[in-house]
Antibody
Framework: QVQLVQSGAEVKKPGASVKVSCKAS????????INWVRQATGQGLEWMGW????????GYAQKFQGRVTMTRDTPITTAYMELSSLRSEDTAVYYC?????????WGQGTMVTVSS | DIVMTQSPDSLAVSLGERATINCKSS????????????FAWYQQKPGQPPKLLIY???TRESGVPDRFSGSGSGTDFTLTISSLQAEDVAVYYC?????????FGQGTKVEIK
């Protein structure tokens, strides 16, 4: 079945980087963009950026420009989101989502905790 | 950036009654090329990722019960739950994917009265 499976929870120190993976299955990976959305505990949804899985082209929210990098490994149908220079405010659940007519398929989420 | 504003922030509705959530975008999300509103509604239950309910403002996603309906165009949109069920308790978000950044509303929490 169509699904996105993300990597497990991470705990990082301030200033470090984290790389979250999102493995797609059940559909043609390079036919749909992958977007990344995060959600701090008890808060709303915040869009971070998108990646065209065919070309590798990306677009990032201005808030994350210079700190976020989205990549993919097409042979293993996996997308990645790397966030650097982590601070406590980056503590959140990070989701990948496939964009079809809207965001029709979401990963289960990856909890990233930034703490000294 | 397009700002999405939902109202109300929360509402409590009796089982079987109607629930209505509104969402207003700061600019039109209707793309004249294809006459589609690049607008969606999502439902999120605790501990789960968001689930797509409605896309193109009024098209129900496969498997979504028909008590959920979406309406509106341009800048004003509505999600209606015609007869609230216990399993509909959740936070509902609107989203525009007309232009980046693809912004979400702040969410509306729906509870049982």
């Amino acid at each position: 079945q169509v699904q996105l499976v993300q990597s497990g929870a991470e705990v990082k120190k301030p200033g470090a980087s984290v790389k979250v993976s999102c493995k797609a299955s059940g559909y043609t990976f390079s036919s749909y963009d992958i977007n990344w959305v995060r959600q701090a505990t008890g808060q709303g949804l915040e869009w971070m950026g998108w990646m065209n899985t065919n070309s590798g082209n990306t677009g990032y929210a201005q808030k994350f420009q210079g700190r976020v990098t989205m990549t993919r490994d097409t042979p293993i149908t996996t997308a990645y989101m790397e966030l650097s220079s982590l601070r406590s405010e980056d503590t959140a659940v990070y989701y990948c989502a496939r964009r079809n007519d809207a965001f029709d398929m979401w990963g289960q989420g990856t909890m990233v905790t930034v703490s000294s | 950036d397009i700002v999405m504003t939902q109202s109300p922030d929360s509402l409590a509705v009796s089982l079987g009654e109607r629930a209505t959530i509104n969402c207003k975008s700061s600019q039109s999300v209707l793309y004249s090329y294809d006459n589609k509103n690049y607008f969606a509604w999502y439902q999120q239950k605790p501990g789960q990722p968001p689930k797509l309910l409605i896309y193109w403002a009024s098209t129900r996603e496969s498997g979504v019960p028909d008590r959920f309906s979406g309406s509106g165009s341009g800048t004003d949109f509505t999600l209606t739950i015609s007869s609230l069920q216990a399993e509909d308790v959740a936070v509902y978000y609107c989203q525009q994917h007309y232009s980046t950044p693809y912004t979400f509303g702040q969410g509306t929490k729906v509870e049982i009265k």
